[in-house]
């Protein structure tokens, strides 16, 4: 690899992944959700711009009938 090669490719590394709109969501990467309460999560894994993949995790938190434990 020339250093010509090698060094655009850690320019290119370097650039933002991704859209504004998931770019955005990188920051917002746990959601908590209670459940029966709001289980719709505020957004998908796949951007709707650019179609780029970005992971969310989810923390459910359960609900008994009962009353709290």
Same mark, same amino acid.
């Given at each position: 690899m020339t250093?010509?090669?090698?060094?655009?490719?850690?320019? *290119? *590394?370097?650039?933002?992944?991704?859209?504004t709109t998931c770019r955005s969501w990188e920051a917002s990467a746990f @959601?908590?959700?209670? @459940? #029966?309460?709001?289980e719709e999560t505020s957004? #998908? *894994?796949?951007?709707?711009?650019c179609g780029r993949h970005v992971p969310l995790t989810l923390i459910v938190i359960g609900t008994r009938e009962d009353g709290p434990a």
């Open positions: 250093s010509t090669a090698g060094r655009l490719i850690r320019l *290119e *590394e370097r650039m933002p992944k991704g859209c @959601q908590i959700v209670v @459940q #029966g309460a709001d957004r #998908g *894994e796949v951007c709707p711009a």
